[in-house]
């Protein structure tokens, strides 16, 4: 598998208890990139797409209560397609 530039990049930010955001063009392996990271970094993590409707209902609107309760104890968590979530920015602040 190629080494992604932006790679390394990602991982120096990494639990630093900021939000990182992967964007660009479609099929250009954003996705994959967020699947290997989760991957490298072992099994205390999760992977959510709001392609899935209850996932979307799930992080629409929540207090920081429930939203802690949804997240856990998890290292990294991955939102993949969070545009699709009403909110999404609010919800993670």
Same mark, same amino acid.
């Given at each position: 598998?190629?080494?992604?530039?932006? !790679?390394?990049? &990602?991982?120096?930010q #990494?639990f630093l208890?900021?939000?990182?955001?992967i964007y660009g +063009?479609r !099929? =250009? $392996? /954003?996705?994959?990139?967020a699947? #290997?990271?989760?991957? /490298?970094? $072992?099994? %205390?993590?999760?992977y959510y797409?709001?392609?899935?409707? %209850? &996932? =979307?209902q799930? #992080? *629409?609107? !929540?207090? *920081?209560?429930?939203l802690?309760?949804f997240i856990? *104890?998890?290292k &990294? @968590? =991955? @939102? %993949?397609?969070? !545009?699709r979530? +009403?909110? @999404?920015?609010?919800?993670? /602040?």
């Amino acid at each position: 598998m190629i080494t992604r530039t932006i !790679q390394l990049s &990602i991982e120096s930010q #990494l639990f630093l208890g900021k939000i990182i955001i992967i964007y660009g +063009p479609r !099929q =250009v $392996g /954003k996705t994959t990139l967020a699947k #290997l990271l989760l991957h /490298k970094y $072992g099994d %205390d993590n999760d992977y959510y797409t709001a392609d899935d409707y %209850d &996932i =979307v209902q799930r #992080l *629409s609107h !929540q207090t *920081s209560t429930t939203l802690g309760g949804f997240i856990g *104890s998890k290292k &990294i @968590i =991955v @939102i %993949d397609e969070a !545009q699709r979530i +009403p909110n @999404i920015g609010l919800t993670l /602040k």
